[in-house]
């Protein structure tokens, strides 16, 4: 794993610069027979990863078991985000059809489905990622192009730390004790609790009955940024 880091890194840098087309950036289905090996997509090194944690023959390469290992939901939260980022890079591009397409078995409300479309903006699940949170505010056209120094900062040659583009990332998210009393406006994961101080257990339970919440009402006013550190420490992955 740690042996193709550079590579994952360079790969992600170039597929998030140079795909501009939803079909090219999304699959990999040309990657068969003949194989080509001039373009790349987030199918590709997604799968790769899958081997590479592990080794081939490891339980990450395997679709039966590779969900109960917790490295799964970051692997794929991380490929939710370059999606994400790759969207706002190039916002008129997604899947065609999206209307039509039922993400079963997962309920939008009572009696209807999801679709790609309903999907398409992680906004419209009430969560968001530092990096495009950091530019909400613009344009699509603007954001795009501030996102653009972004990424070279965080994937080009002179990748610089998460830190040094989100200054305060880490210090947003301190560790807590269970028994502690914490101040909740400092915990960027719970920005609607910003009350008096409360057990930092109330407020987990109450963040986590915000989720739950979330998959089945509607899009909260307020969306909220929901990474953790440790989800960061798996960005570093790629
Ligand atoms: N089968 C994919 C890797 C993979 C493994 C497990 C999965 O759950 C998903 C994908 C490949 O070889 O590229």
């Given at each position: 794993?740690?042996?193709?880091?550079?590579d994952?890194?360079?790969?992600?840098?170039?597929?998030?610069v140079n795909?501009?087309?939803?079909?090219?950036?999304?699959?990999?289905?040309?990657?068969?027979?003949?194989?080509v090996?001039?373009?790349?997509?987030?199918?590709?090194?997604?799968?790769n990863?899958?081997?590479?944690?592990?080794r081939?023959?490891?339980?990450?390469s395997?679709?039966?078991?590779?969900a109960?290992?917790?490295?799964?939901?970051?692997h794929?939260?991380n490929?939710?985000?370059?999606?994400a980022?790759?969207?706002?890079?190039?916002?008129?591009?997604y899947?065609?059809?999206?209307?039509?397409?039922?993400?079963?078995?997962?309920?939008?409300?009572?009696g209807?489905?999801?679709?790609?479309?309903?999907?398409?903006?992680?906004?419209?699940?009430?969560?968001?990622y530092?990096?495009?949170?950091?530019?909400?505010?613009?344009?699509?056209?603007?954001?795009?192009?501030?996102?653009?120094?972004?990424?070279?900062?965080?994937?080009?040659?002179?990748?610089?730390?998460?830190a040094?583009?989100?200054?305060?990332?880490?210090?947003?998210?301190?560790?807590?004790?269970?028994n502690?009393?914490?101040?909740?406006?400092?915990l960027?994961?719970i920005?609607?609790?910003?009350?008096?101080?409360?057990?930092?257990?109330?407020?987990?339970?109450?963040?986590?009955?915000?989720?739950?919440?979330?998959?089945?009402?509607?899009?909260?006013?307020?969306?909220?940024?929901?990474?953790?550190?440790?989800?960061?420490?798996?960005?570093?992955i790629?």
């Open positions: 794993m740690a042996s193709n880091r550079a994952l890194r360079t790969r992600v840098y170039n597929l998030l795909s501009k087309g939803y079909w090219s950036f999304s699959h990999d289905g040309w990657s068969g027979n003949p194989p090996t001039t373009r790349d997509s987030i199918e590709s090194i997604h799968g990863l899958h081997n590479f944690i592990g081939q023959g490891g339980h990450m395997s679709p039966d078991f590779a109960f290992d917790p490295i799964f939901w970051f794929h939260c490929v939710d985000r370059l999606f980022i790759w969207q706002a890079l190039n916002p008129k591009e899947m065609q059809a999206a209307e039509s397409d039922t993400l079963r078995p997962f309920w939008i409300k009572p209807k489905h999801w679709t790609s479309a309903d999907a398409r903006d992680t906004r419209a699940m009430g969560y968001t530092p990096e495009l949170a950091k530019w909400s505010e613009l344009k699509p056209q603007d954001k795009s192009v501030r996102l653009r120094i972004d990424v070279n900062l965080m994937y080009g040659s002179q990748a610089a730390p998460f040094a583009i989100i200054p305060d990332l880490f210090k947003r998210t301190p560790e807590v004790n269970a502690t009393t914490v101040d909740p406006t400092k960027s994961i920005k609607e609790h910003k009350t008096s101080a409360t057990p930092a257990k109330e407020v987990a339970a109450k963040a986590m009955s915000a989720q739950a919440q979330r998959v089945v009402s509607p899009p909260p006013s307020r969306w909220l940024v929901i990474l953790t550190q440790r989800l960061f420490a798996a960005h570093w790629f």
